[in-house]
């Protein structure tokens, strides 16, 4: 299924190909607990910019691996590339629209990120 996301002002527009039952990723670290964040890694394939790359700025913090793309203008960010998985995407479930019709939301430990990062690695690989 193709969903569509964007961020705030729509500024920044993307297409994802996912499941229609999606699984994603409720993280407890600093940035993603604060901005309430619902992460769906997806292989580069899976992911397409329609529109917005001009409308993108990038924050990078710790190992400055983690690529977090936010929308100048509303400040929201819709997909980023994660550290976890840098041969892919992570979108923000909550930019979805219309959201998927089921959504499975599993706890991810990621104030202990070293630990447990192994555990998504799978998820941006082709099947």
Not at 62 to 84: M, N, Q, W
Request: charged share 25%.
């Amino acid at each position: 299924m193709i969903y569509r996301g964007s961020c705030h002002c729509g500024a920044v527009q993307c297409a994802v190909e996912a499941p229609e039952a999606v699984e994603c990723q409720e993280c407890n670290c600093s940035i993603c607990s604060k901005s309430g964040y619902l992460h769906l890694i997806v292989p580069k394939s899976r992911f397409r910019l329609l529109s917005g790359d001009d409308a993108l700025t990038t924050y990078t913090f710790d190992t400055g691996e983690a690529k977090h793309l936010f929308c100048k203008v509303c400040g929201i960010k819709s997909f980023y590339i994660p550290r976890s998985n840098p041969d892919g995407y992570d979108v923000n479930v909550r930019c979805l629209d219309p959201q998927p019709k089921t959504i499975r939301i599993e706890p991810f430990d990621g104030q202990n990120w070293e630990l447990n990062a192994h555990e998504l690695s799978h998820l941006s690989k082709v099947e």
